[in-house]
């Protein structure tokens, strides 16, 4: 493939160039990283190569598909994170499964064949342990002299792997790793004293002996890696927000530059702010970004924001009741990021579930926020939505009282009033009835059409609305589904599976989008906003002769 070979080793472009090149780019989270443990021993057999290739869908996300990655170009992202987890694909020696390996190529094809930059890493391999998850590597002098070998094995074969691609494809040597009392923040956080000198300092070395050993083998496996722009992260990525505790920069002073290196590597922090006072997140911002600056980039190697978004990104709630502030939050970091010289990759939202199926943007907004604080504008950028198709989901439920979701992510009722649900048909008596969490109350669904008012009983907080079929094997057809505002207005609800069930979005028989027209009709080509346009992008949404058409 031609974008394998588009640069020799001593032509790769400094990490410096690397970074300012990438600019604002997105994290397919979720995906490649997702697993389901179920022996969470890690000293027993059975812990390694638990899952197959359906680990990909197990936390909500589809099947990736090249059109997703035209979407985000298409959109002005310049590069993609792809967090990937080894360990449910490797034995206990760190041997990888054959058929997993090409599955990361071909999602590392799906990036680059695009033009874009691409990480892969070692993801959920670290983190932070819990009865129902273990993760293999930890900050601490134990781990890293028992998995050293592991560690090393794992990363010569990816390495020898993607050796000839080109300078676009970067390697991150692990995710957020901690140490063995999983502290976040700093290292012995959590630790019953709050700080443990001799935990940190054995955690800090830790992680600077895996950033050691993840460069050695890498540029010892030859090709391309020799020069290849490598990425280390501090201890948990931590980035130094705050100003709380006296020890929240000490991930940034401990991390040092591995040997041996010069203009081809790239430090890595994640920053999460808590956005409910905007003017307390804008200052902590430019607080870490200064300690970043000096105690990261003064040691010889620029920085990304490999993760970064809002402390709720994760449910939801920023963007469904503080969207405002969310945006202008996402405008302020973009920028003072490119101010610093930093690049900065989204963390998984934008396009999120089914969504990445068609491929549309279900939170364009954010989106168009990113790239217009980096680039000044979107002139030339689309950012299809649901909206511009008319869509159904087919929905198997597979078990009694199994659910889909209609809204995952908190929401306040005070903004609320109801869900309106409206089905293909009329479902037979006592199929189906919604659901509401934390509060559990249930309402029968008796019509093609329904209302789920919002009571007092359910709380002011609603964390999640689902259809639950209260039999095993029923199907039906969900056409649309729309959370009522206080004005009356309507918002579209995210349909996803939440448990039981199985789920295909679909573009509404009759309503296929045009691939192809007429050639003695009106060849004038326009975008989503009316904008005439001479030169489509690929995976790009258009109208011509009045008909949208995606650009193949």
Known sequence: MLFCNE?????????????????VGWNLGNTLDAFNQSVTDVSSSAYWGQQGLESENYWGQPTTKPELMAMMKN????????????????????????????????VVDCVLEQGLYCIINV???????????????????????SNKNRYENLWRQIATQFKDYGEKLLFESYNEMLDDYSSWCFASFATSS?????????????????AQSFVNVVRGTGGNNAKRNLIVNTYGACSGGGNWNSHLQDPLKEMKKPTGESNHIIFEVHSYPNISNLSNAKNEVDEMFSSINQHLVSKGAPVIIGEWGTSNVDNGSDYNNNRANMILFLDYF??????FNYATFYWMGLSDGSCRSLPVFNQPDLAEAIVKA??????????PTRGDYETVYDVTFNNQWSELNLINGSISTSNYTGLELELEEKPATGAFQFKAYPSTITQPIATAKSTFTFTSAMGSTIDRITLQSCQAGKSTIVKKAYLIRKDGTKEEAEISAFWGCTV??????????TFTTNDNADQRIFNLRGQQVSTPLPGGIYIKNGKKYIMR
């Open 75 to 106: 959109a002005g992202f310049s590069a993609i994170r792809v967090p990937v987890t080894w360990f449910n694909h490797m034995d206990s020696e760190g041997n990888v499964d054959a058929a997993w390996m090409a599955r990361v190529k071909e």
């Open 194 to 210: 709050k700080y443990n000198s001799s935990v940190a300092t054995d955690a800090y070395n830790a992680i600077n002996n895996y």
């Open 334 to 339: 973009v920028k003072k990021a490119k101010e």
């Open 7 to 23: 640069a020799k080793a001593q032509d790769f472009e400094t990490a410096s160039v690397a970074v300012k090149n990438m600019g």
């Open 504 to 513: 295909n979005e679909r573009i509404a028989t009759g309503i296929t989008p």
């Open 123 to 145: 993801h959920h391999d670290t983190g932070a342990n819990s009865d129902e998850a273990k993760h293999w590597l930890h900050a601490s002098g134990t781990s890293y002299t």
């Open 374 to 383: 980096y680039h000044g504008n979107t002139d030339g950028y689309v950012y």
